[in-house]
């Protein structure tokens, strides 16, 4: 009798164990490739497609595209070369991708049932898996799409934040958290689903309400044609997100925040007034491979000193940086043998409609773009690769015209203009927002179109695409003439 005693007293004990670990595992580093099989049951041809696409990263910034064809009984096997745990998806055989988790140097077994595929009601997953997280992948895999977090708040979105008007923000908090208490209920009430998926999904919805109910003051605003400052929020007003601290779970280490956890983290943690807000232990050689290639991305070579740490720092991505770092001395290298930039400048005493009037008036003759950016802004970056098809079809028709302030630091802008081809202002604090306040802009990158004369014509808050970009620029009272559409 006592001898039952212990194994069952063993078996509570393990069984509150499994229990209690239910969010995902930590990262697993290695140089050992992932082995994923598939296996399509009921696979048949033509009607099936032959060939999948496996879309990853095998680090931080090199996203692979791998395509394997399947024989003729739906059989494939491909080797990933993955840093780490990471999420990878699968395309081609529904309509829209499907994500799991795999792991270097485990194999990972996905079997696709087709005939489930077509069903509307499947009696079961048409996707199971074998290998690590199986019961996990197998839940992402189908059910997924049905608890995406920004389904949680899309009543609250768009047209939805008139229902506030009106509202106090601790009103609009009741709402946000009843969405999520709602949400959490139902996905634990789906008996579908194991408690890996469901406690990362919860881990999702917290992230997720925590942005909403940080934009709060905005919100309500926003709904009664007033101020964020009007609008403030008591001390307590974020308590659920500190006590949630969702950051620190494994289960954030798979999100879409995986890009740059600290900094994510380090945001949210701001805004909730959380000082010792962390993230996974596992995370540490991501964190420090991110930290070193801000200083590339901002135009800052490593030193030797730096250089010589990354091996202890961020081993599994120290040859990515490396080769980042030479890419960038060979860039500046070339920069400054063949410059394609001017910098301009302006009296500093110019004040009101003057400041733009002087910036545009060497321009007269010839359409011109004059974008409002910082060294720090990400879209305005991303933007400025995005145009370069229409700055080469316009070369000699148009000008380019690019104005900065003191937010940039003048060290970094001095590094970074000679990679954006165009002529560059630097103005004072009091100029640059006397330019953004003339234009009424919230924010950057803001791009104005300047006609033959010197006159605004077009004006957009964000990058509104190359095909927008050029139509105004080549319009008929602009007068450069149109060349070939330029894609993006």
């Known amino acids: 009798m006592k001898k039952i005693l212990f194994i069952l007293l063993v078996l509570l004990q393990t069984s509150m164990e499994m229990m209690a670990q239910k969010q995902l595992p930590p990262l697993t580093y290695s140089e050992q490739p992932a082995t994923l099989v598939v296996q399509i049951k009921h696979f048949s041809e033509p009607s099936d497609c032959k060939n999948i696409k496996l879309h990853y990263f095998h680090g931080l910034d090199d996203e692979k595209v791998d395509t ?28 829209n991708e499907v994500c799991f988790l795999m792991t270097p140097g485990k194999e990972t077994v996905l079997n696709v049932d087709a005939k489930l595929l077509n069903s509307p009601n499947p009696s079961k997953p048409a996707f199971t898996f074998k290998g690590e997280n199986a019961e996990y992948n197998k839940d992402k895999a189908n059910y997924e799409s049905e608890y995406q977090a920004e389904q949680l708040v899309a009543g609250i979105q768009g047209t939805g934040l008139s229902q506030f008007k009106g509202k106090t923000v601790q009103q609009y908090k009741e709402t946000v958290m009843g969405l999520y208490n709602e949400g959490v209920a139902r996905l634990n009430a789906d008996k579908r689903l194991g408690s890996a998926f469901k406690d990362y999904q919860t881990t999702c919805y917290q992230i997720r309400i925590g942005a909403s109910l940080a934009a709060a ?25 500190k006590a949630w601290n969702p950051f620190a779970s494994n289960n954030a280490l798979y999100t879409n925040f995986v890009s740059d956890l600290e900094g994510y983290a380090q945001a949210f943690g701001q805004l909730a007034g ?20 801000k200083d590339i991305d901002n ?26 770092n030479e890419a960038l001395k060979t860039m500046l290298e070339e920069n400054a043998k063949n410059p394609q930039f001017v910098i301009r400048s302006i009296p500093e005493d110019l004040e009101g409609e003057d400041v733009f009037k002087a910036i545009v008036e060497p321009y007269k003759g010839k359409p011109t773009l004059v974008d409002f950016w910082a ?15 229409v700055k080469e079809a316009l070369k000699g028709k148009a000008n380019f015209i690019y104005v900065t302030g003191p937010s940039s630091p003048k060290d970094t802008w001095n590094k970074m203009i000679p990679t954006i081809h165009g002529e ?45 970009m050029m139509e105004e620029l080549t319009s ?8 070939e559409v330029v894609k993006e």
Not at 221 to 241: I, L, V
Not at 376 to 386: D, F, Y
Not at 476 to 483: E, F, I, N, Q, V
């Open 274 to 293: 959380m000082e010792d807000i962390t993230v996974p232990e596992s995370y540490s050689q991501i964190a420090n491979a991110i930290n070193y290639l």
């Open 424 to 468: 560059h202002y630097y103005v004072t604090e009091a100029q640059y927002k006397t330019l953004l306040d003339q234009f009424e802009s919230q924010g950057i990158p803001t791009y104005v179109i300047v006609d033959q004369l010197g006159k605004p014509a077009h004006k957009h808050i964000g990058y509104p695409g190359n095909e927008t």
């Open 299 to 324: 135009l800052k070579v490593l030193t030797p000193e730096q250089v010589a740490k990354l091996s202890f720092d961020c081993p599994m991505f120290e040859d990515e940086v490396i080769a980042k």
């Open 217 to 241: 003051s905005a919100v309500v605003a926003y709904a009664n044609g007033g101020k964020a400052a009007d609008y403030p929020t008591p001390p307590d007003f974020m308590d659920e997100f």
């Open 68 to 95: 394997i064809a399947l024989s003729a009984d739906g059989y494939a096997k491909a080797t990933l070369d993955l840093v780490c745990t990471k999420v990878v998806s699968i395309g081609g055989l529904i309509e």
């Open 375 to 389: 060294t720090w802004c990400g879209p305005c970056k991303a933007a400025m690769k995005t145009i370069e098809p």
């Open 476 to 483: 008929k009272h602009l007068g450069a003439p149109r060349p």
